[in-house]
């Protein structure tokens, strides 16, 4: 007797580090990306990740630096095969220097 076993579908791989790549070359002058975490997520209907990206700026107002990146964040096209970027968030960090990037990707 053969029995038939339904496989699922392989699960694309996490964008974490192509997502980082993107967003470096999308950074504007000045502004550095420190080290870099994940935490996957999910929703009734979605599975996905929080990446989160602290960023060093060394000259300039946080607050104007942080929304010219929103803006310009939100307005990018990103490459992720097999993934989605659902919202990006930029926010002032700690210090008067810092700021924190927040993606949330779906996988598509």
């Not at 992720?80 to 002032?92: M, R, S, T, W």
């Not at 700690?94 to 927040?102: F, H, K, M, N, V």
């Amino acid at each position: 007797m053969m029995r038939w076993s339904p496989a699922a579908p392989p699960r694309p791989g996490c964008p974490h580090r192509r997502l980082r790549h993107l967003l470096l070359r999308e950074m504007p002058p000045g502004l550095a990306v420190g080290a870099s975490t994940f935490r996957p997520w999910a929703s009734a209907s979605f599975v996905g990740a929080r990446h989160l990206f602290p960023c060093t700026l060394a000259a300039g107002d946080a607050e104007t630096v942080r929304r010219a990146l929103h803006d310009r964040l939100g307005a990018t096209e990103w490459a992720l095969p097999g993934h989605i970027v659902a919202d990006v968030v930029v926010e002032c960090g700690a210090g008067p220097d810092r700021l924190q990037i927040e993606i949330l990707t779906v996988e598509d």
